[in-house]
């Protein structure tokens, strides 16, 4: 299972694509975000392009994950501001499967991950798309969809490839 952490315009592209990619996907929210979220009945990524639109069932939307031991891949989609109160709420120790993912814009943020948690495997993901959200589960990407990641990540970046990500490609 894949846990997007923030349902941000960011979050919510990434979570499409994972979706896309036949990912179980399990999306984080806050609490004051809960309601709304819950009662968006579709998932919706427009384009300014002119491609179609993505319209996908939604996410299963929680507050924190019931079993940490099923996830494979957390992605942090927070600003940077929140990723010390998201990296307080992550277990210690980290189980041994899951790999952190940090997708900030920010000084330092891959830094703050590796100190919290020096043992656990941390693939940085640098998110190139500007994305806008007008609602719950509702973004439009206003530029094409690119990743990138470090090499040791590559089949990460080809799990969004697969999807149809414009460009995943490895630093």
Known sequence: MELVIGGGAVGTALASYLMLAKKHVLL??????????????????????????????PPRICLAPENWNKIEHVYITVKNRSLPQVLANLPKPLPRQLSL??????????????????????????????????????????????ILMDPHASALAQVFASAGMVKAQIL
């Open 101 to 146: 993912i940090p997708c900030l814009n920010g000084v330092r943020a891959e830094e703050k991950v590796r100190d919290a948690y020096p043992d656990a495997r941390v693939h940085p993901m640098i998110v190139m798309f500007n994305a806008a959200q007008s609602s719950p589960l509702k973004v439009k990407l206003t530029t094409k969809p690119i």
């Open 28 to 57: 984080q929210v806050k609490p004051d975000q809960l309601d709304a979220y819950q009662a968006a009945s579709e998932m919706v990524t427009t384009f300014t392009n002119g491609r179609p639109a993505i319209v996908q069932n």
